[in-house]
């Protein structure tokens, strides 16, 4: 379930999103009951998830999603969580990112095929980035093998995050100008990363200032973070996923009181009468005759 773990990557990026959904009110210590609660959007409103702490082994270890560190357990009882939100593991099978951010936030997703991707697609990803939208990429899986890594250091059929969406500046001795870059994180958080152009320690980090590199908070681990253009960012994946978590990060033209008007959301609850159902029934029949 990489698109999940794509997901919970994004989600572990923005405090108040990652808190919400795993409430920081509950630990292992302080008057431990054996549970944990997790919230999820679903149809409109927030739901609590309750577990126990039972998650399933095989020679002591996590089936399923797990952190690096053998004492931490939050990801793997978000997951259950979420399995039991769905039904079962097996629910969990099969899914994109945009599903499980959408349920981690209350946004709204967009999903968009790089081969179509609009001439702005950089400038609506940067916008994106600027307003704390989750962004996911993909690449088209092989039909004969799950996952198979490619000789760039992609793998086909996998899940990544976007973490960041930068125009950085670069000075040679004749030219100087701005590149644009993105930097993705496989969320196996290994060293399968890609390997070409603005790859870790490649030769084009020299183009740029120490300034710059510290401005980016660069640091190169195997720790399946890395950054890449846009044009090969753009020939080596198919697919992007952006979860807004503002309806009006979808619009692509400027944000001015003048020009820009504001979604407004409202929520009713409540059932219709049969009267109600008449009078709704005779209104559309009179429209359409």
Not at 30 to 40: I, K, L, N, T, W
Not at 180 to 197: I, K, S, T
Not at 223 to 247: Q, T
């Amino acid at each position: 379930d990489c698109w999940l773990l794509a997901a919970v990557a994004n989600l572990t990026l923005n405090d108040a999103l990652f808190y919400r959904v795993v409430p920081n009110d509950q630990s292992f210590v302080s008057q431990y009951a054996g549970v944990f609660h997790f919230r999820f959007w679903q149809y409109g409103r927030w739901v609590d998830i309750v577990v126990d702490d039972r998650l399933p082994t095989c020679d002591g270890r996590l089936v399923f999603m797990h952190s690096k560190n053998n004492n931490e357990f939050w990801s793997a009882l978000l997951e259950k969580a979420y399995a039991k939100l769905h039904g079962s593991y097996e629910a969990l099978k099969g899914g994109t990112a945009c599903e499980a951010m959408e349920d981690f936030t209350g946004g709204v997703s967009e999903v968009f095929e790089l081969d179509k991707a609009p001439a702005n697609f950089y400038k609506l990803l940067h916008k994106a980035f600027e307003r704390w939208s989750l962004m996911s990429c993909s690449i088209e899986p092989d039909p004969s093998v799950l996952e198979m890594e490619m000789p760039n250091g992609l793998i086909k059929g996998h899940a990544y995050s976007i973490t960041k969406v930068k125009l950085v500046e670069v000075q040679t001795a004749r030219v100087r100008g701005k590149i644009p870059l993105l930097r993705v994180r496989n969320p196996w958080g290994n060293e399968c990363e890609w390997r070409g152009a603005w790859s870790d320690r490649s030769a084009e980090w020299t183009l740029i200032t120490p300034e710059e590199k510290e401005e980016l908070g660069l640091r190169f681990a195997a720790d399946g973070e890395f950054w890449i253009s846009y044009k090969d960012f753009m020939s080596s994946f198919h697919r992007v996923e952006i979860c807004n978590l503002n309806p009006d990060s979808l619009d692509d033209e400027p944000l001015t009181k003048q020009s820009k008007k504001k979604w407004e959301m409202g929520m009713y609850e409540g059932r219709g009468s049969r009267t109600a159902r008449r009078e709704v029934a005779g209104t559309s029949s009179t429209r359409s005759g």
